[in-house]
């Protein structure tokens, strides 16, 4: 394993025409790590990927796999000379591939026998539930079909790094639950990194080492799940990150962020019921304060009349700066 970054990016702007989708991000991702890309639609996370991957070139900056320079001098490095597993929405299979060959077309190539390659790829096809299409060529499979063919794919190369772009969109939970302990283990086996991108933060804060929060082509924090959760620098990096409220402090020292468990029934506070909401294992009660209104979450509990006056107990908060301070 090299002890260079598996990938480093350094200052890197893209512009699609007159539309800036990076705007100078540098980040790296350390060999064995997974780095989530969390951030709303249109903030540049396909646009990182895809400079990544030696799709599109940078306008500026520098983009290095293992200490070698991809990107941003001389010429480019093209894609299929990267070491890179891609699974992208939009990354076609190919058409004339039946599964089973798409999956083990890599290890023919790393020079395994045909049989062995070919039993490896069933397994994989098996593990993501699509064994059974194995003999069929993608015009003959729905998106979903060609999206977990794409990943078995990935999965069965052995690159320094997958890079994923919303893998999991349309995989049903189960699938989803074995893609990524698959993914965990290939990286624990071969010190492979990947980039992750998603929307979806429960996604981002259970799979990442580090989330990189992107907002309109910046970064705004990068940490470890439960940094980005517990500390958010600001109220978009909070909000991205899970459900929040954003209270005055007590003590009048400006705004606190209360996650759903920081707060619980009982107690000193005052408070009236705005709305309830059953949810099966907890119940979530939306509740006017003195210091603004708070979401608060209550294991197991039923609804309660909009209007009835509880108490609740402020168990901890985050102090955010007081601006936002990125317009
Ligand atoms: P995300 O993956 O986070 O949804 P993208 O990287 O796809 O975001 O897009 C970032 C920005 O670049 C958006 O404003 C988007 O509209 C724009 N964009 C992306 N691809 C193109 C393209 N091919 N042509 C023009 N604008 C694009």
Redesign the pocket.
């Known amino acids: 394993m090299s002890a260079e970054p598996a990938v480093e990016v350094t200052d890197l702007v893209v512009h699609?025409?007159t539309?800036a989708?990076l705007r100078g991000v540098s980040l790296q991702v350390l060999p064995g790590e997974v780095l989530a890309l969390l951030?709303p639609?249109?903030?540049?996370?396909?646009?990182l990927l895809h400079a990544v991957a030696g799709f599109l070139e940078p306008t500026s900056g520098v983009v290095r796999l293992g200490g070698r320079t991809v990107s941003g001098a001389g010429r480019p490095v093209p894609p299929e000379r990267r070491d890179l597993a891609v699974v992208f929405q939009n990354y076609a299979l190919w058409p004339h591939l039946t599964a089973l060959d798409t999956v083990a077309y890599p290890a023919r190539r790393r020079g395994e026998s045909r049989a062995q390659a070919r039993a490896e790829g069933r397994a994989l096809l098996g593990r993501l539930h699509v064994a059974h299409l194995a003999d069929r060529r993608p015009a003959e499979l729905s998106g979903g079909e060609q999206q977990r063919v794409g990943l078995a794919r990935a999965l069965a190369r052995r690159p320094a790094v997958y890079l994923f772009d919303e893998p999991t969109a349309h995989l049903d939970t189960h699938v989803r639950g074995v893609f990524l302990e698959e993914l965990a283990s290939r990286r624990r086996e071969s010190g492979a990194a990947a980039v992750y991108?998603t929307h979806d933060a429960e996604e981002a804060l259970g799979l990442a080492d580090r989330v990189a929060l992107?907002d309109a082509?910046r970064l705004v924090q990068v940490g470890t799940p439960e940094q980005v959760y517990a500390q958010p620098v600001d109220a978009f990096a909070a909000r991205l990150t899970g459900p929040a409220s954003v209270i005055d402090a007590p003590d009048g020292s400006g705004e606190l962020l209360v996650r759903l468990g920081w707060a619980r029934l009982g107690g000193p506070l005052e408070g009236k019921v705005r709305g309830s909401w059953f949810r099966g294992p907890h119940t979530d009660h939306l509740v006017d304060t003195p210091l603004g209104e708070l979401l608060i979450r209550e294991s197991g509990g039923a609804c309660r009349p909009v209007g009835e006056r509880i108490r609740w107990t402020l168990l901890h908060g985050w102090s955010l700066p007081g601006h936002d301070g990125r317009g």
Request: net charge positive; no cysteine; proline share 0%.
């Open positions: 699609h025409g539309t989708a951030g639609s249109g903030s540049g996370k396909s646009t991108a992107l082509g």
